[in-house]
Each structure stands twice: as C-alpha cells, then as structure tokens.
C-alpha cells in the first residue's frame, strides 16, 4: 500500500505555505520587539541614573540612598550606588560598599568591570565635586530581559491565534471546490448535469464552467448515440425480417424455379441488410470522428471528386447515365481526405440512384472569393423544398421514392461536412432541373 503525500493538495499548499509565513513574520517580528525593548529598558535605566546624578548635585534625597554626608546607613542590597569625589580625588561619599569606582572618572555613560562584576557607570562633574552612580549590569539585564519578554508575548499569543484563522478562512474559501467534488463523486455513469457554479471563486469558475460545456457535450453525445442504437435496432429489425420470410420462401419452394427465384430475392436481401450495416457503421465512425482529434490536412477537393467520379463510372454506365466531372479547381483546402471521399460517394451514389436512366450527374469544383464550392448536380426528380431539410435526418426517406435506400447517405454526407465546419445545401439545379447539392469550403492560405 503506498503512502499518498498531499503534496499536490491546493488546501495543504496554501496551509502549509500561510502557517510557514506567519511562524517566519512572527519570530522576525517578536525579534525585532525583543531588541527594541532592550534598548528601550537600557534607555530607562541610563535616563534613571542620570536623573539620580543630577538629585544629588542638587541635594535631593532620593529614596534609598542617603545624602553626601547623611549619616544614615544605606541599603546595601540596592541595585544603585553612588560614589561622590572632591576635585582633589578625595572620596566624600560612598553609598555602600559594593565595590570601588576608580578615582579617575570617564564622563558621562561608559561600561566597566570591577572585581569581576560588570557595571554600568554615569559620571558627572559639578563645581566642587565629581558625582558617579554605578548600576550592577546583571540585575539590569535581567529586568530588562523580562521587561523584553513582556512586550514579546502578545505576539506568541497572537501567532497561534493567526494559524486558526488562517486555517479557517483557507477552509471557507475552498468548501466551494469541495462541494463541486463531493458532486461529481457522488454522480452514477450517466449523471451528466452541469455543476453548480455559484460561489465558487474567479480562479476555479472558468475551470468548472469548461467542464460544464464538456459535459453538456458529452450528454449530447450520449444522447444522440441513444437515438442512434435505438433507430439503428428499428430499422434492422425490418430487413431481418425480410430475410427470415425470404428463407422461409426458400424452404417452402417446391420446384426449381420457385427456389431460384427465393434465392434471387434472398440474395438481394443479404445485399440490402449488407448496405444498411456498412452505412450505420460508417455513420458511427463519422459521428465519432471529432472526439478523435486528427490534425486537419491538405487535401485536394479535385483529386478527391476525380477518384469518385472514377469509382462510380461503372454504375453510371450500367444504368446509362452520363457522369462527369466539369470544372475542378486545384486549390487546397484543410480537412480530412478519406472522410470528404466518402461524403462526396454518398452524393454521387444517392444522385446515380435517383436519376432516371439516360439522366445527367455533374460533379464540379470551383472557386467563390476564398472559398471552393463542391457541387453534385442531377437531372433526376429533385426534393421538395419542405422536405430538404429533413432528408439530412438519418432514416428519413422521401415518401413515393421510386429507389430503396436505407435514408443515411444524406445524413453521413451532413455529419461529415459538420466535422469540417460547414453544412450541406440544398436546393434546385438551374441546370439541370434536379436535386443540386453543394459543400463550402475554405481555401487553405498557406
């Protein structure tokens, strides 16, 4: 069993990423804060000495400590204590016995060490005298350390506080793609609605609205090869049933000629279901021609139409029919050869069937602005206006057809040129009197 690591989650990203930047912010913050208030604490401290320097220039007791020549013992435990010089060197004052100051003062603030112990000394020279208050540094630094960590705190607080609500609000804002998951995950096969796209945020609503139209395609897709089996099954159905009745002929039959003659009209059957499942397989390859994906191609519409013409030279010439390919321009368009062959024999075949013997069937191609017109043209008895548009259905069959047909050469013809982005036309020839149908498309540019 392996071990998935949500290394590709967007929630696990984003938390890992926000909790990463508020530990980083809050430890260079709570930095900067401890140094800060360090400086202000030794700030303090110094302006506290120097104020106490100056009480005593001017004879100001301060609590604690006892004026120069005050007989009242001092505390010894005080943090502070005071050493007064006169300008001859001689000490007159000297507030404990915590250590010796030199005798030569450095003026104002300096840091030394006397017997081992750090200190921080403000000097100070009046008329008379030198006055100097000495400050243990290790008290200091622990008073100051602790004011320090007193205004650092709030922060260490805050930083755990600032997680929660960032761990809350990546939540919120991504519960929108989480409910689009649990959607699609409790779907069955078939369940091709679209997801609700509201409230999701701008970055995912283009992603889940491309997956909506894919799905709307693919319901479409499924629901049109629905039609397609169910319509396929109802027009099988009728032939099988042909050549069920045309064998049980053929058992029946009691003399030779009999049984030539259900042979004959069994084999014709075999053909007629033969054409049927060869058209239903190549209307099923066309349909799903675009889900495919093929590069488009240069292709020649007039090799294309020469090659037809030439396959279908035999049946014109059986049936007396006079086929020919006119005007052919050599341009070049983008599309797909084997598919456009096909569409253009189902326009010559259905053409061939429906024109009477001795009839004409032109095929042409030429070129309008940026565009080349395939054309197939018939002497035969054309389609009705109102029945033009329903002919590109598949199955549909004009009523009163003198030809038999499965009704599906029109409609592969209509799938293939929807593949290329183009529909069929049809209308009367000006020509030739019959039915004239005509595929556009655009000239290949380079």
């Known amino acids: 069993m ?3 690591l949500p290394t590709h ?4 990203r984003l938390l890992g990423l926000l909790l990463l930047a508020i530990v980083f912010v809050a430890c260079l913050q709570a930095l900067i804060v401890y140094r800060q208030a360090r400086v202000e604490a030794d700030g303090i401290f110094d302006y506290h000495m120097e104020q106490m320097a100056q009480a005593l220039r001017e004879g100001v007791a301060m609590p604690g400590l006892p004026l120069p020549g005050s007989d009242a013992s001092p505390q010894q435990d005080f943090d502070f204590f005071v050493q007064v010089w006169t300008q001859d ?28 112990t750090p200190y921080r000394v403000y000097s100070m020279r009046s008329r008379a005298q030198v006055i100097q208050v000495a400050q243990d540094m290790r008290p200091r630094e622990t008073m100051a350390r602790a004011l320090a960590w007193r205004t650092v705190l709030p922060i260490v607080w805050m930083a755990p506080l600032l997680m929660l609500v960032a761990w809350w609000v990546v939540s919120a804002s991504l519960a929108p793609v989480a409910r689009v998951r649990r959607q699609l995950a409790e779907r069955e096969v078939d ?25 709307g395609r693919v319901r479409q ?33 009691r003399d030779d000629a009999t049984r030539d003659v259900a042979v004959e009209r069994l ?4 053909d007629r279901a033969t054409r049927l499942v060869e058209q239903l397989l190549m209307l099923a390859r066309q349909q799903a021609q675009p889900s495919v994906g093929e590069p488009l191609q240069p292709v020649s519409l007039a090799s294309v139409a020469a090659q037809v013409v030439a396959d279908a030279a035999p049946m014109a010439v059986s049936r007396h029919i006079d086929l020919g390919l006119g005007e052919a321009d050599p341009g070049l368009v983008n599309g797909h050869a084997e ?26 191609v030429r070129r309008e602005a940026s565009q080349l017109l395939l054309a197939v043209e018939d002497s035969g008895p054309g389609i009705a206006e109102a029945d033009r548009a329903r002919v590109l259905d598949r199955f549909y069959r004009v009523p ?5 047909g499965s009704g599906l050469g029109l409609a592969i013809a209509s799938t293939i040129a929807q593949l290329h982005g183009s529909a069929l036309e049809l209308d009367r020839s000006p020509r030739l009197g019959g039915l004239r149908v005509q595929l556009r498309l655009a000239l290949r540019t380079h």
């Not at 679209?194 to 894919?214: F, K």
């Not at 009163?400 to 038999?404: I, K, V």
């Open 89 to 116: 060197g001689l000490r007159v004052f000297q507030s404990g016995t915590h250590a010796d100051l030199p005798q030569r003062a450095v003026l104002g603030f300096s840091n030394m060490t006397i017997d081992g």
């Open 339 to 364: 598919p456009l062959r096909i569409l253009l024999a189902n326009l010559v075949d259905n053409a061939l069937k429906y024109t009477p013997e001795g009839g004409t069937v032109d095929v042409t």
């Open 221 to 253: 897709a499924f629901e049109a090869q629905q039609h397609f089996v169910a319509e396929a099954a109802h027009e099988l159905r009728s032939p099988l049933t042909a050549l069920k009745l045309q064998a049980q002929g053929l058992q029946r039959a």
């Open 267 to 270: 084999l014709a059957g075999i």
């Open 191 to 215: 369940g091709l609605v679209e997801v609700g796209e509201e409230g999701l945020p701008d970055e995912v609503r283009p992603l889940v609205h491309e997956l909506n139209l894919l799905l």
């Open 400 to 404: 009163g057809a003198a030809a038999t």
């Open 2 to 4: 392996k071990l998935r």
């Open 9 to 12: 989650s967007l929630r696990a």
